[in-house]
């Protein structure tokens, strides 16, 4: 945000009034905001379109038994939650390998690695 005029407030009179017609603008049609990036509407729903097409659909996983399999006891009156229905076996610290790595590290350990025995000890309590 920058301009040259002589106000000292940030915004500006004259920013905040730009910033007014891009929200009336993006109101009337969201996709708007695209075009800051040099995308229109149509670019991005034939992008879509193509991801979708080239997408293969994702089968069964092993081991999970198939839905039609296992409607009866989704809310069978009296069954615990486990007993409903199983997923796969998700380990407690996975959402670990999935962050991007932290900028710091404390005594020389990356934080995600001192966090991961907290994970799995708060997964073992339940």
Known sequence: MDCSCP???VPCKHLAAV??????RFDADPFEIL???????ETLLEDLRARRAAATPAGPAEGV??????MH??????????ERLAGPSTPPDALLDQVP?????????????????AYRALAAQE
Do not use: N, Q
């Open 101 to 117: 790595a932290f900028p710091i590290a404390v005594r020389g350990e990356p934080v995600t690695e001192l966090l991961r025995p």
């Open 19 to 24: 910033f007014y017609v891009l929200a009336e």
């Open 73 to 82: 006891a989704y809310w069978a009156p009296g069954a615990e939650p486990a």
């Open 7 to 9: 106000d000292h407030a």
């Open 65 to 70: 038994p198939a839905l039609a399999e296992v």
């Open 35 to 41: 075009a800051l990036r040099g995308r229109d509407r």
